[in-house]
């Protein structure tokens, strides 16, 4: 088998044959194995993955009802309460009629408190779950949120080029 003699059972038929089948076993193993991996590893993944899915379901619905139950109670007892020192402190004003001014200063300055903490406590409220987050998501509310920040520049800094 020397010179151009020696190459001549690269065109043979049964070489051909040979390559043919052996495509065949290699595929079919390659099937073989697959199906081994997917019966091994893959009924147990995909339960996994539906079990985690529906978990974290779970715990998005229970965050939601738990930020409820705080923003109603929050809103609510505290809320009331402020309402009910306000009341109060109109009445302590009208008994001081014609009393000391520095007396009826000093009530009325704790009423205007007292309206300043319910306007802190709604705003605090509406802030555990803004509607910008709903309506607009994440970047949004981070950027409403940012911008309540008196220390926080009011403009985006300028991008560089990378």
Known sequence: MHGADGWRWLGSPGLCLLLAMSLYVVTAVAIGHGALARLLVGGDAERTAHDVIRSRARLVDALEV????????????????????????GLAALGLDGGPPAARALVDRAAGEANAAQADLHRLVRGIHPQVLTDHGLAEATAELAGRSPDWPTESPPRTAH
Do not use: K, P, S
Request: hydrophobic share 40%; aromatic share 4%; proline share 0%.
């Open 66 to 89: 738990e930020r409820r139950r705080i923003e109603r109670d929050l809103y609510d007892g505290a809320q009331q309460r402020l309402v009910r020192l306000t009341m109060v402190l």
